[in-house]
């Protein structure tokens, strides 16, 4: 299983990104998706997640109302429509699949590669 995380790049601040997460490979059953980022210097931190049909979703306390995460299975790609975007949301975003949850929390799984989201003030 490969996932192949694609959209990031330079925006101002107040401006709008929308990440995806194409899967490729063989996921049987029921999984939860979800994206997470690493800032400069910090440590990797839980953005969102969704579960295994879209219906549930979870969120950081610092995206809540300007992130929505989203997912189409029949594309097998995951979504993350960003608006209102801050400096501080600056880093390289990683999105994940848990095999193992069907809710919306990610703890393991197979991780993307990062797409680099840059926002200027």
């Known amino acids: 299983v490969q996932l192949q995380a694609s959209g990031g790049g330079l925006v101002q601040a107040g401006g709008s990104l929308r990440l995806s997460c194409a899967v490729s490979g063989r996921v049987g059953g029921r999984y939860a998706m979800g994206w997470f980022r690493r800032a400069p210097g910090k440590d990797r931190e839980f953005v969102a997640a969704?579960?295994?049909?879209?219906?549930?979703?979870r969120y950081a306390d610092s995206v809540e109302g300007r992130f929505t995460i989203s997912r189409d299975n029949a594309r097998a790609t995951l979504y993350l429509q960003m608006i209102d975007l801050k400096p501080e949301d600056t880093a390289v975003y990683y999105c994940?699949?848990?095999?193992?949850?069907?809710?919306?929390?990610?703890?393991?799984?197979?991780w993307g590669q990062g797409t680099l989201v840059t926002v200027s003030s």
């Open positions: 994940a699949l848990d095999p193992n949850k069907d809710v919306a929390d990610v703890e393991g799984g197979w």
């Open positions: 969704i579960n295994w049909n879209g219906a549930d979703t």
